[in-house]
C-alpha cells in the first residue's frame, strides 16, 4: 500500500474512531465540572508536558483528534491555539467537547489536508503538541512533518511529541520491519528511542525524555519527547 492509499485508511479509521455518539456526548455533559478536563489527557504525563507551552504566544495542535490537549491549553490560560487534524469527526467532537467546557472562542479548529504543513510561513508558531500522530504515519510521511515543524516554527520553540511503544522486530513480526497493520490500517510505526532521536536532533534539540502509561496499563514503555527548535 503507498502512501496516499495508507493516509486514505487512517483518515477513513479516525473518522470511525473520534466520532462521539449521542450518548458519548451525554455522558460528556453530564460529567463535566470545571475541573475535570484533564480527564481527557491520555496520561498526566502529556497533560504536564503541555505547561512548557503555556507561555507562548501561538501553539499549534497538530493532528489533534478530540482536541484534549487544545482543551488543556486553553483551560490553563494559553494565549491562543490552533488545532487541526485530517478527520472531520475529530474536528466535530472538538468542537462539542470545547463549546461543553467554554473555550471554544480560545481555540481556532480545522479541517486539513496532508499539504497544509507546506503551506504555512516560517516561524508561524512558538510551540507545538503532536501526540500519537508521528508513529502511525508512513515513515517517509513522518520525516516530512519533522522537518516541516521545524520550519514553521520559532528558533527554540518547543515541541511536546508522544509516541506509542517500540515493538522489536526481532520479537514480533512487523511489516518491512517497522509497521503494524490491523484491518488493513496502518497503526503503529514502531521506531527506537535511538531511531526517534536521529529524525530530531538534525532539527530540534532534545530537551528530555520520558515514558508513561495509558489508563489501564502497568507498564510506562509510551515516549514522551520535548523538543527544541533549532
Known sequence: MNSKETLK?????????LKLSQ?????????????????????????????????????LDYGCGNAWASLIL??????????????????ESAKFILDT???SNKVDLEVI????????????????ICSNVLDVLPLDVSKQIIVNFH?????????????????????KPLEEGKYIYLDGVL?????????WKG???????????DYFAWPGENIERRRLFVLKNK
Open 187 to 195: 497503526r503503529l510505526l514502531s521506531l527506537s528511542d535511538d531511531e
Open 9 to 17: 485508511t487512517l483518515i477513513e479509521f479516525w473518522d470511525s474512531a
Open 74 to 91: 486553553a483551560k490553563k490560560g494559553a494565549k491562543y491555539v490552533k488545532a487541526v487534524d485530517t478527520s472531520k469527526e475529530g474536528i
Open 113 to 128: 489536508d496532508e499539504s497544509w504543513l507546506e503551506k504555512q510561513a516560517p516561524n508561524s508558531y512558538d510551540g507545538l
Open 199 to 209: 529524525l530530531f536532533e538534525p532539527y530540534f534539540e532534545i530537551v528530555y525524555l
Open 23 to 59: 450518548d458519548d456526548k451525554d455522558d460528556i455533559k453530564a460529567s463535566m465540572t470545571n475541573d475535570n478536563y484533564l480527564d481527557f489527557a491520555p496520561s498526566k504525563k502529556l497533560a504536564d508536558a503541555l505547561d512548557n507551552l503555556l507561555t507562548t504566544n501561538k501553539v
Open 151 to 171: 520550519n514553521i516554527l520559532s528558533k527554540d520553540a518547543l515541541l511536546v511529541v508522544g509516541l506509542n511503544f517500540y515493538t522489536d522486530p526481532k520479537v
Open 101 to 103: 467546557y467554554n473555550v
